[in-house]
């Protein structure tokens, strides 16, 4: 079965080397993982704007090749997680297939967003309630597609490098879905 790696690691100083790590515990687990880099495209005569729609359809690929998304919803520029992430999350779920999320954060959504008085964010806003580590409809993808979520608190220095939540969320979904594909 084939994962789709997805999360803000594509932003690290060595992508191919956090894409490596990951593949790597996916194979110990009995899974092939495609990172977003996997599939090679050659930006030479596009325009920026091009290029992202290159790189937006060639995602859909890899994700149409997948089983599962494994994603790292660990915060990215603010409190939630990144928004690239959630949508795919959201297309894998739409396309039927188990949504496994973890972060390396282990406060809740709640617990993350500044308030100025309790429920309630700076611009007068509410904010969720709902005892999840990010926005209900990406927990919801998760929940109710027989996938998983794990969580820690980590260091936010290895934030995006340190790997052991990431391990535990691999394991719980190869024990739910290659176990149930033997049988």
């Not at 949504?99 to 709640?110: A, D, K, M």
């Not at 980590?154 to 394991?171: G, H, R, W």
Request: charged residues 20%; hydrophobic residues 40%.
């Amino acid at each position: 079965m084939k994962i789709y790696l997805a999360g803000p690691d594509v932003f690290l100083p060595e992508p191919l080397k956090a894409a490596k790590a990951k593949q790597d515990i996916c194979a110990k687990y009995g899974f092939e993982g495609l990172f977003p880099f996997d599939q090679e495209l050659d930006f030479s005569t596009l325009s920026l704007f091009e290029a992202g729609m290159a790189i937006y359809r060639s995602n859909v690929i890899l994700m149409d090749r997948c089983d599962l998304i494994v994603a790292n919803m660990t915060p990215f520029r603010g409190p939630s997680m990144d928004v690239g992430t959630a949508f795919e999350m959201g297309y894998m779920a739409a396309k039927g297939k188990p949504v496994f999320g973890y972060s390396n954060e282990g406060r809740l959504y709640v617990d993350r967003v500044p308030a100025v008085t309790p429920g309630w964010d700076q611009q007068g806003q509410s904010i969720e309630p709902f005892e999840m580590h990010d926005n209900l409809m990406l927990e919801g993808s998760i929940y109710t597609s027989n996938g998983a979520f794990q969580c820690d608190s980590i260091d936010p220095e290895s934030y995006y490098t340190e790997l052991k939540v990431f391990a535990a969320v691999v394991q719980i979904a190869a024990a739910r879905l290659l176990k149930s594909k033997a049988n």
